[in-house]
């Protein structure tokens, strides 16, 4: 079974919540500003696949972390959006509580 790529889609809803263009967003992480617009509409649309490296790039620029772009349903992304915001002794509180429900 081919499993969708889900990065052009967290692409574009975190490009569009942030309300960044896409000629603004590959600016700031250093895409020419005469092809900016182009490579981002690429990622956007699946033709073309950005690098670990890109993508990293982007998440910073989007505030999102990286797992994020790789999530296969919402509730998922959202998930990890919540969780990259809690500091590491929430995180680490949130990983036990999840474990005792789930051995539950």
Do not use: W
Request: hydrophobic share 35%; proline share 4%; glycine share 4%.
């Amino acid at each position: 079974m081919h499993k969708e790529n889900t990065v052009p889609k967290r692409l574009k809803e975190a490009r569009t919540k942030a309300g960044i263009t896409q000629a603004d967003l590959g600016a700031k992480i250093g895409i020419h500003q005469n092809s900016a617009s182009s490579r981002m509409n690429h990622y956007e649309l699946g033709r073309h696949t950005p690098d670990i490296n890109t993508l990293q790039r982007i998440a910073d620029e989007l505030g999102v972390p990286l797992n994020y772009f790789f999530c296969e349903d919402d509730a998922s992304a959202k998930l990890a959006c919540l969780i990259e915001q809690l500091p590491k002794e929430q995180k680490i509180a949130l990983i036990k509580k999840l474990e005792a429900q789930i051995k539950d």
